[in-house]
């Protein structure tokens, strides 16, 4: 079983940054794909930010610039910074890996983590 958990979230004002970071554990023989969404109240989730396990990248639009998604293969861990944060940022954030365990190696399959809430307002 592959579990995550994520942190870093919480208040900030406009304009200020935060660190999210989710660690992967469990029975892991591969991560390819991981990923930050984020679904605001009323809204759809969207995706924000995914990292494959190359190092490419790839951001929604609206976040291009101001965060900056990096993992630490190792580590299987996936990190968010988030500058120049805006009220519409507002959402909570999950984390999404595609992972392969140790007892099926050849099939990736999502794992979420619970979320985290960040609120950007003064």
Sequence with gaps: Q?????SGGGLVQP????RLSCAAS?????????GW????????????????????TSYTDSVKGRYTISRDN?????ELRMNSLKAEDTAV??????????????????????????TVSS
């Design 2 to 6: 592959v579990q995550l958990v994520e």
């Design 15 to 18: 304009g200020g940054s935060l």
């Design 26 to 34: 469990g029975s892991i023989f591969s991560i390819n794909v991981m």
């Design 37 to 56: 969404y984020r679904q605001a109240p009323g809204k759809q989730r969207e995706l924000v930010a995914d990292i494959t396990s190359g190092g490419s």
């Design 74 to 78: 190792a580590k299987n861990t996936v």
């Design 93 to 118: 954030y999950s984390c999404k890996d595609h992972v392969a365990t140790v007892a099926v190696k050849y099939r990736y399959r999502e794992v979420w983590g619970q979320g985290t809430l960040v």
